[in-house]
């Protein structure tokens, strides 16, 4: 089949080269996000998707509009037989009902399961023990369409978001080829999604924030589920008075019913850990504002944290 492929990050890379690989489909154009500039020095940036487009010679197509005519008209003279979207923004119904077999999309979670933009980082974070990788067809609602094929993986205790993401990736570009064979060969019927939703918002600075009054497991999970990005933050206050905020990366959960929430706690130079409901977690590593990431007992051999609090 002819396909046109939309996406943006390097999730979405791993099932585009997938396709390219495959014998059975070719990818005619690639849509991806116009260009930006990012940085200090604001310097032009592509996206993984264009850079991989670029680099196999795919005709490439960087809208600011998916509703513009003469996008839709591009889009159309591409003659595709579907569209695969992974990891792109919502597209119009102009767009997703244009080619002959319909749009489908790939989602890093168990539909209806964590719906919408963040499905990795909310299973972690809620402390699920299973995920997956879904395709379903596009319609009006955001997640909401006919499922076509799913696949699961346990969530190890070991797991962080970006382990979790790698390997939802590698799940999915296999996926997404069975679904493309199934599709052209009418193996594949489209059902609807069964089960009670749940949703997987975009994460904001002040949801990566450790709340002391969460128990010892649920900030462990927090951390390990914002890394390494965009990473759990916890802010101390120095003996000064200025406040200094850190990125925790990874930390572990310690049981202790005698530990005071809100407290900080540094031992023999080797141990960083916070008060919690329930005990604390303690701190592996981390990096502070303007600083490079450590471990923990690297970076208390270089600062020292006496009569440093815990902003609450």
Same mark, same amino acid.
């Not at 244009?98 to 489908?104: A, D, I, L, Q, S």
């Not at 130079?269 to 450590?294: A, E």
């Given at each position: 089949m002819r396909i046109v492929y939309f996406g943006t990050p390097d999730f979405a890379v791993e099932s585009l080269d997938a396709i390219v690989q495959s014998?059975? &489909?070719?990818?005619?154009?690639?849509?991806?996000?116009?260009?930006?500039?990012?940085?200090?020095?604001?310097?032009?940036?592509?996206?993984?998707v264009k850079q991989y487009a670029l680099d196999h010679n795919i005709p490439l197509l960087q809208p600011e509009k998916l509703r513009d005519p003469q996008f839709l008209e591009e889009l159309s003279a591409f003659n595709a037989d579907m569209f695969v979207v992974v990891a792109f923004r919502m597209l119009p119904e102009a767009v997703w009902n244009m080619p002959p077999h319909g749009t489908f999309n790939l989602h890093a979670s168990l539909l209806p399961l964590y719906r919408g933009a963040?499905?990795?980082? &909310?299973?972690?974070?809620?402390?699920?023990?299973?995920?997956?990788?879904?395709?379903?067809?596009?319609? &009006?609602?955001?997640?909401?369409?006919?499922?076509?094929?799913?696949?699961?993986?346990?969530?190890?205790?070991?797991?962080?978001?970006?382990? /979790? &993401?790698?390997? /939802?990736?590698?799940m999915g570009r296999e996926l997404?080829?069975?679904? /493309?064979?199934?599709?052209e060969s009418g193996t594949i019927t489209p059902k609807p999604q069964q089960g009670t939703p749940t949703a997987a918002p975009k994460i904001f600075k002040d949801d990566c924030r450790i709340d002391t009054s969460l128990t010892c497991r649920q900030a462990a999970d927090l951390v390990r589920g914002l890394s390494p990005y965009p990473a759990a933050l916890l802010t101390l206050i120095n003996p000064q008075g200025e406040e200094i905020l850190f990125k925790v990366f990874d930390a572990i959960a310690v049981s202790d019913p005698s530990a005071t929430p809100g407290t900080l706690i540094c031992d023999q130079k080797k141990v960083l850990k916070i008060g919690v409901t329930d005990g604390f977690l303690q701190i592996l590593s981390l990096q502070m504002s303007g600083k490079r990431k450590n471990n923990t007992e690297d970076f208390l051999r270089g600062n020292k944290l006496t009569g440093w609090k815990l902003v609450r």
């Amino acid at each position: 089949m002819r396909i046109v492929y939309f996406g943006t990050p390097d999730f979405a890379v791993e099932s585009l080269d997938a396709i390219v690989q495959s014998p059975r &489909h070719e990818v005619v154009a690639v849509v991806t996000v116009p260009d930006r500039q990012a940085g200090r020095g604001q310097k032009i940036v592509f996206s993984p998707v264009k850079q991989y487009a670029l680099d196999h010679n795919i005709p490439l197509l960087q809208p600011e509009k998916l509703r513009d005519p003469q996008f839709l008209e591009e889009l159309s003279a591409f003659n595709a037989d579907m569209f695969v979207v992974v990891a792109f923004r919502m597209l119009p119904e102009a767009v997703w009902n244009m080619p002959p077999h319909g749009t489908f999309n790939l989602h890093a979670s168990l539909l209806p399961l964590y719906r919408g933009a963040a499905p990795i980082n &909310h299973a972690i974070i809620n402390g699920d023990t299973e995920t997956g990788v879904t395709t379903f067809l596009l319609n &009006h609602q955001i997640d909401e369409g006919q499922i076509l094929l799913q696949e699961s993986t346990s969530i190890f205790p070991d797991d962080n978001a970006g382990t /979790l &993401h790698d390997r /939802l990736a590698a799940m999915g570009r296999e996926l997404v080829v069975r679904t /493309l064979d199934g599709i052209e060969s009418g193996t594949i019927t489209p059902k609807p999604q069964q089960g009670t939703p749940t949703a997987a918002p975009k994460i904001f600075k002040d949801d990566c924030r450790i709340d002391t009054s969460l128990t010892c497991r649920q900030a462990a999970d927090l951390v390990r589920g914002l890394s390494p990005y965009p990473a759990a933050l916890l802010t101390l206050i120095n003996p000064q008075g200025e406040e200094i905020l850190f990125k925790v990366f990874d930390a572990i959960a310690v049981s202790d019913p005698s530990a005071t929430p809100g407290t900080l706690i540094c031992d023999q130079k080797k141990v960083l850990k916070i008060g919690v409901t329930d005990g604390f977690l303690q701190i592996l590593s981390l990096q502070m504002s303007g600083k490079r990431k450590n471990n923990t007992e690297d970076f208390l051999r270089g600062n020292k944290l006496t009569g440093w609090k815990l902003v609450r």
